[in-house]
């Protein structure tokens, strides 16, 4: 059991005659833990891009907000009347009546 647990530390196992099995493990391994790394990194990449865009979203849904809020405001007929005094146009104080025409097919 020491003399295996040497050995091994010595890396016996790479230099030996059957050692070219050994490699060919080793090898694989190692491709197998570079594409495992690389698809944690791809991984990483994406969670943070999801991050940033949904932040985005957050402030144009704030910005659509408060755009929409100040477009109801400037809407409003009382906005309107002190905005327009300063041009010297008034409010009626007699309401709108409708007009009908009634078309008649000859």
Known sequence: ????IYSILK?????????FKNWRVILFISGL????IASAHSAD???YEIAKLSNDV????????????????????STIIKKVESKGIVISEIPPKKIRINSQNN
């Not at 890396?11 to 050692?19: A, C, E, N, P, R």
Request: glycine share 4%; proline share 0%.
């Open 1 to 4: 059991m020491k003399k295996n």
């Open 11 to 19: 890396g016996k196992f790479l230099i030996s005659d059957d050692s």
């Open 33 to 36: 833990a570079i594409v495992m």
């Open 45 to 47: 990449q994406k969670v």
């Open 58 to 77: 957050k402030e144009l849904r704030s910005a659509f907000v408060d755009g929409r809020s100040k477009l109801m405001r400037l809407k409003m007929e």
